[in-house]
Every structure is written in C-alpha cells, then in structure tokens.
C-alpha cells in the first residue's frame, strides 16, 4: 500500500501535476502550459499526458484536484471562466473513472492554496485564517476551528468579491467596486496606464525587472520599487482595497492571521504599507486588532500541496463524503 497521493493544479496559465508524500513533500510534478481556445478533449489530453509522465504507484492514498471556478461541488463539474473549453466538464468523475477504488477531491484552486498555507506554509497552526492569493483574480480560503469552511455550496472564502467602493469599476462577477475589480493584476495595470504610467521607464538597463515596456502586474511592482509615482499610487490603490476587504473579513470572522500570495505580494511594502493602514483605519474593535497580515510562504508547488492535503489531511480540509 502505497501512501502517496496524486495532485492536479489545473490554472488558466498552466496544468500541474504531482506525487505528493503523507508529510506534504512534493516528490515529482510535471507541469505544462494551458492550451489557448482548446476544446474540452483537447483539454483532457493534456492532463492525461501529464499524469503519464508521472511514474504513480499501482496503490494510491487517492487524487486531490485544485482547479479554477465556478464548479458544482462537490461533484466537480468545472467550467473554470478562463478555460472555455470546459463548461460543466466532469473532471472528477473522468479522474475517478482513471483512478479506480480511491477518493478523487476537488476544489477551488484558491482555497487549495488557503489550505496549503494552512497546512504547510505561513498559516500553520492558526485557529481563523484567511489565505489569499492576488493575481489575475483575487480569491481566497477560509479556515475557522482549524478547519475548512465550505459554505452551502463550496463557495466560503471569495474575499474577491467583498465590496470595497460600492461607486467602483465594473467586475467580471457582474457587480461594482469589488476587492478583485480594483486590485486583480489586470485591472491594475489598466488603471495605471489611464493615470500615464509607461511600463519599464522608471526601471533602468540591468534594474530589478524590465519586461519590454509590457504593462503587467509584476511590471507594475517594479516600477514602483524603482520610485514611479504612478506605480507607487497603483500599489497603494490595490494595497488600501486589500486592507479594506481584510477589516471586513476580520470583524466578520475574528481572524488571527491573512496569508497574502500572488504577484502583487512580491511588492512587499509597498503594498503591505498602504494595506496595514486601511486594515488599522477599519479595525477598531479590540479583538480585531491582533490579526497579522503575512505573505504566503509556499512558492509554485502550493496548489499541488493545498490539493494533495484534500486527501491526505482530510479530516481538517475535506467534509464531503464524496
Ligand atoms: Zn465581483
């Protein structure tokens, strides 16, 4: 019997896959890029071919499954909003069908890194906490009593959604001036170049990062760190909105910790400032005060280790009886 279990991180820029230890180790991964405007076959093919790659033990603790939303859950049929391909694909009943006689667990991807910081990373050991990534989108997971919280329908957690200024700009989710609509990495950068900001310029030859003048999150951070005034207003734009969501969530679910990961939390101060400012502006209760703010810790295996831990730690993170 084998105790290994068999990650899947499947994202809008790549698939991953992974053997993952009892002890959260990552001990192979394969990974490769989304297929652009692949049909849902195409899609599947891509996955199956990873997981040939992986030399997966005849006995298997089971399958864990980090993959974008909306999916039904837990039945997990995804049609994540990026991968048109997949709409109401039965991606774990095809992986069930592939992996007989073992638990297959899916969920969100971003509750999946939650639950890996949770687990392995910056989080462990907190009793409430909220782990967030900040990237293309902005989502997150919750954990209350040392536990995951799924909410009625598996959707507990998507701090991306929580309003922060109600006369805000327009969010893919079909609302205004949520967190994700200001500080998604996209909408971001958009928000700089309507204030003038010129990818690359402030960052000079050999400087931190440089990407042919591409108006990019991580572009962005850089810019900023070199000193670019309009980059300096973004990240404290993006920073104040994270704090503002964050003083909601805390009032709202007495939490000791936030695990901030993502692109943007590479800019260190100059997001975590503005952020710890608005938290502190909105958090006047006394219990709401103790929270710390903390970027993630785990790097590119997270999802792999928050979607092994469906399985292997499923007694704080799987409820289901799927
Ligand atoms: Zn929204």
């Known amino acids: 019997m ?5 990650a899947v991180d499947i994202g809008g820029t790549k698939f991953a896959v992974g053997l993952v230890e009892p002890d959260g180790r990552v001990v192979a991964a394969e990974r490769a890029a989304t297929p652009r405007g692949a049909d849902a076959e195409t899609l599947w093919r891509t996955l199956t071919d990873l997981l040939d790659r992986l030399d997966v033990p005849a006995a298997l603790a089971g399958v864990g499954v980090g993959c974008g939303g909306p999916m039904t859950w837990p039945e997990g049929e995804v049609s994540p909003l990026n991968m048109g391909g997949w709409r109401g694909f039965p991606l774990r009943a095809r992986l069930a069908e592939r992996f007989p006689g073992v638990p297959v667990r899916i969920h969100n991807d971003a509750i999946c ?28 997971g919750l954990i209350l009593g040392g536990r995951l919280i799924d909410g009625g329908t598996g959707n507990a957690g998507h701090i991306g959604h929580v309003v922060v200024d109600p006369g805000g700009p327009p969010c893919g989710c079909g609302g205004n001036g949520c967190l994700e609509a200001i500080a998604r990495g996209p909408g971001l950068a958009a928000w700089a170049l309507a204030q003038g900001w010129s990818p690359g310029e402030a960052v000079t030859e050999g400087g931190l990062y440089r990407e042919e003048g591409k108006a990019t999150a991580r572009q962005l951070a850089a810019d900023a760190a070199a000193g670019d005034p309009i980059a300096l207003a973004a990240m404290a734009r993006a920073g104040r909105a994270l704090g503002i969501a964050i003083a909601s969530a805390v009032n709202l679910c007495d939490l000791d910790l936030v695990t901030v990961g993502g692109g943007l939390s590479q800019a260190g101060d100059l997001l975590f400032a503005p952020l710890e400012e608005a938290l502190l502006e909105h958090t006047r209760m006394g219990f709401a005060g103790r929270v710390r703010v903390v970027p993630a810790a785990l790097g590119q295996d997270a999802g792999l280790v928050g979607a092994a831990a469906l399985v292997i730690a499923g007694d704080r993170y799987w409820s289901p009886s799927l």
Not at 2 to 6: A, G
Not at 113 to 140: D, F, I, K, Q, Y
């Open 113 to 140: 890194l939650a639950v890996a910081e949770h687990w392995r990373g910056a989080g462990r050991g907190s009793a409430a906490m909220l782990g967030m990534v900040v990237s293309t989108g902005v989502g997150g």
């Open 2 to 6: 084998s105790d290994l279990t068999v």
